[in-house]
């Protein structure tokens, strides 16, 4: 992030952060790397409850 992009990007996660945020609808090109984040968690939560 360029320096002159860091206060709007500071407003934005704050905005993020709101209790009154609702996500919205993914774009077409989010989908695989949705799926991907998904995959990535449950690797981690199997592994992580193995003894």
């Not at 320096?3 to 774009?27: F, P, T, W, Y």
């Not at 799926?35 to 193995?50: I, P």
Request: proline fraction near 4%.
């Amino acid at each position: 992030v360029l320096e002159e992009d860091a206060d709007i990007c500071e407003v934005n996660q704050n905005g993020l952060r709101s209790r009154r945020h609702k996500a919205g609808v993914l774009m077409p090109e989010e989908y695989d790397l949705h799926r991907f984040h998904n995959w990535v968690r449950e690797q981690h939560t199997t592994l992580s409850s193995k003894p």
